[in-house]
């Protein structure tokens, strides 16, 4: 028997969460858990770039809690019965220490910078906004619905860590990185 990719079953604007519930597809269940979607593929894109072994290596780490927050996320919370991974604390606390040693050799900031300086870095930055609405769509869900709060911080952190990245990165590929001077 051949596995298709396709049902049909969403022909008509409608799929299935975990557990079988059906919505519409611009449902904020749907846009939250697609958005994440997008971010894990923006996140395999800066993957796919020429960075150190050490960064890819947890970026698959990243890719692989984004799946498990996806599938959070797909999950109706009152019908569903299957066992889904969950985040832990930990997740969360590898995000900051990972921060924490890039910024060790990161000259200190001054002024917000502007996006940009190297193709990587852009990605970075392109990842990092993907990240902040993936967290605005799941924390506009969880006020109608049941959302883990730790999916929320992991999102938040997340955020935090792809910008700090974009940072070290520019310093590894000896990119500019242009501070914003406000015109006043």
């Known amino acids: 028997m051949t596995f298709k990719i396709y049902t049909k079953t969403g022909d008509k604007g409608q799929t299935s969460l975990?557990?079988?519930t059906r919505v519409p597809?611009?449902?904020i269940r749907i846009e939250a858990y697609g958005t994440v979607d997008e971010l894990n593929s923006y996140i395999g894109l800066i993957r796919d770039q020429q960075i150190d072994e050490q960064t890819k290596t947890l970026l698959i780490e990243i890719q692989d809690r984004l799946f498990t927050?996806?599938?959070s996320l797909a999950s109706d919370p009152d019908k569903s019965?299957?066992?889904?991974?969950?985040?832990?604390?930990?997740?969360?606390t590898l995000l900051e220490q990972e921060m924490d040693k890039m910024n060790e050799v990161l000259p200190e900031m001054r002024s917000f910078v502007l996006p940009g300086g190297h193709?990587?870095?852009s990605f970075c930055h392109i990842a990092r906004c993907v990240c902040r609405r993936a967290e605005r769509l799941t924390i506009h869900l969880s006020e109608e619905s049941y959302v883990a709060d730790l999916v929320i911080k992991y999102l938040n952190r997340l955020s935090d860590y792809l910008f700090v990245l974009s940072r070290k990165l520019s310093q590894d590929l000896n990119a500019q990185e242009?501070?914003?001077k406000p015109r006043m």
């Open 81 to 92: 019965k299957m066992k889904i991974p969950d985040l832990k604390e930990e997740d969360v």
């Open 18 to 20: 975990i557990g079988g």
């Open 119 to 121: 193709t990587t870095v």
């Open 69 to 71: 927050i996806g599938s």
């Open 178 to 180: 242009i501070p914003w």
């Open 25 to 27: 597809k611009h449902h």
